[in-house]
T-cell receptor, first 112, second 111 residues
């Protein structure tokens, strides 16, 4: 089944403790991206990657890092999480040609 | 910068009604427009994708139209059902590869 997977789905952590949210897609998509969703602010792009080893900032990249060492994986790294990074995070990948977006199930992160 | 607006923000209708959700965008230089459905606390499910060169797309009871020159898209849902209750999001992809979302329309269909 074609899908985007994220892990973990739920995470509660403390300020300053480094964490990684993994994202994987099995559709051989070149383009992948990360979004956060907050009440009243909607979905905002954090980082995106056009291909392996090619990443760039989205609208709200501060406090986040990404890497793209393999085509299928695009992890989101929070080196020193803060409470304002409490949010619902989505990973997405995109087809070539039609540029249709496919989203993962989301990761609900709480930073205390 | 692209701005996407969805009206209304919330909508409540009785089962069986046909309804229209609206999406407008400020910059008509888009690559495509995509409609999504999101259930509470869940991920986004793609409903319809309209390329900039297309006028409409249909899938079952859903029909989406696009008027790029006026910066508008509509999602038409025929014969609404309680299972259609969800938040509907539109998103436009611009030539700079940026995907911009609207704030969503929260739909409730009452039995």
């Amino acid at each position: 089944e074609a899908q985007v997977t994220q892990n973990p789905r739920y995470l509660i952590t403390v300020t300053g403790k480094k964490l990684t949210v993994t994202c994987s897609q099995n559709m051989n998509h070149e383009y992948m991206s990360w979004y956060r969703q907050d009440p009243g602010l909607g979905l905002r792009q954090i980082y995106y990657s056009m291909n392996v080893e090619v990443t760039d900032k989205g609208d709200v990249p501060e406090g986040y890092k990404v890497s793209r060492k393999e085509k299928r994986n695009f992890p989101l790294i929070l080196e020193s999480p803060s409470p304002n990074q409490t949010s619902l995070y989505f990973c997405a990948s995109r087809t070539s040609g039609s540029y249709e977006q496919y989203f993962g199930p989301g990761t609900r992160l709480t930073v205390t | 910068k692209q701005e996407v607006t969805q009206i209304p923000a919330a909508l409540s209708v009785p089962e069986g009604e046909n309804l229209v959700l609206n999406c407008s965008f400020t910059d008509s230089a888009i690559y495509n427009l995509q409609w999504f459905r999101q259930d509470p606390g869940k991920g986004l499910t793609s409903l319809l994708l309209i390329q900039s060169s297309q006028r409409e797309q249909t899938s079952g009871r859903l029909n989406a139209s696009l008027d790029k020159s006026s910066g508008r898209s509509t999602l038409y849902i025929a014969a609404s059902q309680p299972g259609d209750s969800a938040t509907y999001l539109c998103a436009v992809l611009d030539a700079g590869n940026m995907l911009t979302f609207g704030g969503g329309t929260r739909l409730m269909v009452k039995p």
